[in-house]
């Protein structure tokens, strides 16, 4: 059983260059959520998915798009990379209710 | 929406001590009260949580306890060890269809030996 499975780990990437972040998790949950996470600080969240083919924006969506591609698989996509999109990205998937997030290991991205 | 204030930011204690973290939520339909560790360089990982139908939950050094009145909830680690220096987060959730967590701004705890 693997929860919450993130790649890339690490990621380099120069100013203006796009890239997708994966996520993907085998425990049959409905809701999918991507946050960042900034040196120091708090869990910021990006958006999020309620259920297979709905997305909504959470308080930090500009300069990311998402996509809920089947109810296991929950991606984030940075189209033009700024260097202050560099954080650590972590993905989470809940059962909902009175339950818990599991995060994935994260993916510490760098734009220089 | 709801809202979670977390206090104090950091929190120096000696191996053994106790520590005590509180949060504040705003709305006192959440129902849910979960609380997260994050070691250095790893990911957020679940410790424990409390519905709002108890008061109280103990597992092992550590507890939390929940005031619906007050419309707050603490985190307790008793006899303290270096390997409980990490950050914790609180997060309170209400019964809504999207389930987010809305999270507390952290606490860095740091235990000398």
């Known amino acids: 059983n693997a929860g919450v499975t993130q790649t890339p780990k690490f990621q380099v990437l120069k100013t203006g260059q796009s890239m997708t972040l994966q996520c993907a998790q085998d425990m049959n949950h409905n809701s999918m959520y991507w946050y960042r996470q900034d040196p120091g600080m708090g869990l910021r969240l990006i958006y999020y998915s309620a259920s297979e083919g709905t997305t909504d924006k959470g308080e930090v969506p500009n300069g990311y798009n998402v996509s809920r591609l089947n109810k296991r698989e929950f991606s984030l996509r940075l189209e033009s990379a700024a260097p202050s999109q560099t954080s650590v990205y972590f993905c989470?998937?809940?059962?909902?209710?009175?339950?818990?997030?599991?995060f994935g290991s994260g993916t510490r991205l760098t734009v220089v | 929406g709801e809202n979670v204030e977390q206090h104090p930011s950091t929190l120096s204690v000696q191996e053994g001590d106790s520590a005590v973290i509180k949060c504040t939520y705003s709305d006192s339909a959440s129902n849910y009260f979960p609380w997260y560790k994050q070691e250095l360089g790893k990911r957020p990982q679940l410790i424990i949580d409390?519905?709002?139908?108890?008061g109280e939950k103990k597992d092992q050094r550590i507890a939390v306890t929940l005031n619906k009145t007050a419309k707050h909830f603490s985190l307790h680690i008793t006899e303290t060890q270096p390997e409980d220096s990490a950050v914790y987060f609180c997060a309170a959730r209400l019964p809504s269809e999207t389930d987010k967590l809305i999270f507390g701004t952290g606490t860095r705890l740091q235990v000398f030996p």
């Open positions: 989470a998937s809940s059962a909902g209710g009175t339950y818990g997030y599991t």
């Open positions: 409390i519905r709002s139908n108890v």
